[in-house]
């Protein structure tokens, strides 16, 4: 509408509306309250199936933040659960007491601990710059030509992935020295060679989320609900032999696929790597706390590779002892104010939540009576490991589809498929099968809302949601076929199948 003479204010959008998806949320969660209890299934596991069917369309539609999401669901345990009779005992009540202890009870658990420490450590690579540091030294040693830079992508991502336990935190350390890349080489931001490397960096962090377990917290809310649910956990270094030989592969692949469906303008671009070296040397020679944060970095790494065989200590307490180091008077390199603005709290907070909405699908037994009907209707119970694998991988990666987060996903299916492989007959390694599903989580390989760094690199406007579709069916294809062999070969020789 135009204006025509005297100005009027403007009404403000209505704010009092509740979001279509926070409505959906609820008269879903109604909808499964008013079904018929089945007879096998007690009364606090229908409420927390409710429960469950609530966050998946909350997280699916994006309704409110992962934060407030995490907030609402821990209050539904409290009422729903806290009026509910206890499993066993049907005379007697949770209570709301109770019940909110079993809503927090994932903030007790190791996992969440190593996540919140994970995040401390990125938060001090960026505070100290060492991160970008690393990324344009890894640079500074790939050549001019085209396909010498996508490497050169790669080899910053896999280096980061080893010492930036967190993957948006990794794309955001890449995203503005890659862009420097590519202004200083004169070409077009909408070119093929723009597109194609800020494609490879999102693609290539989702990549190396499986081959590393501190690369995302998807994976350690896999270790999370391993240990409560499995009561065992795989070693970082296991995960590391099983997964890091399909990543180095799927490298290589997306390297070739990127070449081909982004052909790039032209093979060697002069100046590229004098404007890394010219960066590199304006950051002037590494600072003391560089030093000690890279030290204290190499050393974790080297803890985490040789848990199980050189000592006994877990991941989660010798990234505990790093932090004590980094956070001593002179020796550290941080304060907690120093960090505090830079950690994504509400990571934590849907983190802990997530593991309670797990652990208590399987304390009140509504992930085993899911598990047992999903066993009984889909003739899982008639394939062996390998169509188990199969079956559930696939429809991990369509379901994916509709999640923003890798750890909404993983917290919302993860358990159930946990309480599937416990109720299938048969003689498999489960500890080893919810691994190998902990990496089809890190599938968000299609849409750029599919993960979080997919979104950073698609705000370079480098590259069209279209182009990375383009890309990322391909490899999301490739990857699935490649798991299967894997599965029918290098990982059954280990025993994970």
Not at 189 to 200: E, P, Q, T, Y
Not at 245 to 257: E, R, V
Not at 401 to 412: N, V
Request: hydrophobic content about 55%; aromatic content about 8%.
């Amino acid at each position: 509408m135009t204006s025509t003479g005297a100005t009027e204010p403007s009404a403000p959008a209505p704010k009092n509306k509740l979001p279509m998806g926070l409505m959906a949320g609820f008269a879903a969660l109604v909808v499964v309250l008013l079904l018929p209890l089945p007879a096998d299934l007690p009364v606090a596991g229908h409420r927390m199936l409710a429960i469950l069917v609530f966050a998946v369309v909350v997280w699916v539609t994006e309704a409110v933040s992962y934060e407030a999401s995490a907030i609402m669901i821990t209050t539904l345990m409290a009422f729903l659960l806290g009026t509910a009779p206890v499993v066993g005992n049907p005379t007697a009540h949770y209570g709301t007491s109770a019940a909110i202890s079993m809503a927090l009870t994932g903030f007790a658990n190791s996992a969440l601990a190593l996540v919140a420490g994970a995040l401390f450590i990125a938060a001090a690579m960026t505070y100290t710059g060492l991160d970008r540091r690393i990324a344009l030294v890894t640079l500074s040693k790939v050549g001019t030509s085209t396909r010498r830079i996508l490497v050169g992508s790669i080899a910053v991502t896999i280096v980061l992935s080893l010492v930036v336990p967190s993957a948006t935190a990794r794309s955001a350390a890449v995203v503005p020295i890659m862009m420097g890349v590519i202004a200083a080489f004169g070409v077009d931001k909408r070119s093929n060679i723009a597109a194609g490397i800020m494609i490879i960096v999102a693609q290539a962090t989702s990549i190396w989320n499986v081959g590393i377990q501190t690369a995302a917290a998807q994976n350690l809310l896999t270790i999370g609900f391993m240990e409560k649910m499995l009561h065992a956990r795989v070693a970082w270094s296991d995960w590391l032999i099983a997964g890091a030989p399909w990543a180095i592969i799927m490298s290589a692949i997306l390297i070739f696929l990127v070449l081909k469906m982004l052909p790039p303008e032209r093979d060697d671009i002069a100046g590229g790597k004098e404007a890394v070296e010219e960066s590199l040397r304006e950051l002037g020679p590494m600072t003391g706390p560089q030093k000690r944060l890279l030290t204290v970095s190499v050393l974790l790494l080297l803890s985490w590779a040789t848990e199980g065989r050189l000592h006994s200590f877990d991941t989660t307490s010798t990234t505990y002892f790093g932090l004590v180091l980094l956070l001593l008077p002179r020796i550290g390199v941080m304060t907690w104010k120093d960090v505090q603005s830079r950690i994504p709290w509400g990571t934590v907070i849907v983190f802990g939540v997530g593991i309670s909405l797990g652990t208590a699908l399987l304390t009140t037994r509504a992930g085993q009576w899911l598990g047992a009907l999903v066993v009984a209707h889909t003739g899982l119970a008639d394939v062996g490991p390998l169509g188990i694998f199969a079956i559930l991988a696939a429809f991990l990666i369509v379901i994916h589809l509709g999640f923003a987060s890798a750890t909404a996903l993983t917290s919302a299916m993860l358990p159930i498929l946990i309480s599937v492989l416990a109720t299938l007959p048969g003689d498999f390694n489960r500890l080893g099968m919810t691994m190998l599903l902990g990496f089809v989580v890190s599938y968000g390989f299609i849409l750029p809302i599919n993960a979080p760094q997919n979104m950073v690199c698609l705000g370079t406007e480098t590259f069209t949601a279209r182009q990375f579709a383009k890309v990322g069916i391909a490899i999301t294809v490739i990857g699935y076929v490649l798991m299967l062999g894997f599965g029918m070969t290098y990982w059954r020789w280990l025993g994970w199948m």
